[in-house]
């Protein structure tokens, strides 16, 4: 759940980007991992918004990659698609991660192929609008739909989660894989599911009612009520 505070006095290349502790250490973990994580955006944004994005490590790996959309890479004529070899558990910009879902063992190492052909899959490797999409947030959507073995809830702050346009017919599976929605480029929808519950999007602000965790779902808040927003990562 949002905290509130947003530091607007630290400028972009002075953000904090340490670690929080909560990817285990491939010298020391050997299994195949794979983890999704979310972080309030830079600035004043963060009141509204969270960034997302997948990490996999591969068992015996010596490092984890990162998959996620940056925007400013569109500007600099890159596709938006980012894949680097890095720990996935710093900050973001100054803001501190949460984790919304990791798989260790055989499953991840299973599920790891998948989530690669999913990326690159991704239909806008070209196209990047911070709303309503589609944005860094319309990737990891895209990835955890093609990929129904993870049943992940991001977040109804999750902003372009619900981009869908005409080349699916504005239809998908929710993102957590449990139910079905409708949305019309991000903008109005909704989404019936057992892990999201039903959520009703408008202008791209997510208001439902999640009863798998008894929780409301509000724009710019999260979810709040009797919930577990986030898991604790164990080495």
Request: no cysteine; net charge negative; aromatic share 10%.
């Amino acid at each position: 759940m949002f905290s509130g505070e947003i530091d607007l006095s630290t400028p972009w290349s002075k953000a904090n980007h340490d670690r929080i502790g909560t990817a285990p250490d491939p010298a020391t973990n050997s299994e195949a991992i794979v983890q999704v994580y979310g972080a309030r955006t830079f600035s004043w944004r963060g009141a509204f918004a969270v960034h997302t994005w997948i990490a996999i490590k591969p068992q015996n790996a010596t490092s984890y990659t990162r998959l996620e959309v940056i925007g400013w890479r569109k500007r600099r004529g890159l596709p938006v698609i980012s894949i680097t070899n890095d720990w996935p558990d710093r900050n973001w910009f100054g803001s501190k991660p949460e984790i919304y879902s990791e798989i260790r063992g055989p499953e991840a190492q299973t599920l790891i192929p998948q989530i690669i052909e999913a990326a690159n899959s991704y239909p806008y490797p070209e196209k990047y609008e911070a709303w309503p999409g589609p944005n860094s947030n319309t990737f990891t959507a895209h990835v955890l739909r093609h990929v129904p073995a993870m049943k992940v809830d991001l977040p109804p702050t999750a902003i372009g989660k619900d981009y869908l346009d005409e080349s699916n017919n504005f239809v998908a599976t929710a993102p957590s894989n449990t139910g079905v929605q409708f949305s019309l480029y991000g903008v109005l929808g909704a989404i019936l599911s057992k892990s999201e519950g039903l959520e009703i999007n408008i202008l791209g602000l997510n208001f439902g009612l999640d009863p798998d965790n008894l929780a409301l779902r509000l724009p710019g808040i999260g979810k709040i009520g009797f919930i577990r927003d986030t898991i604790e990562a164990t080495d």
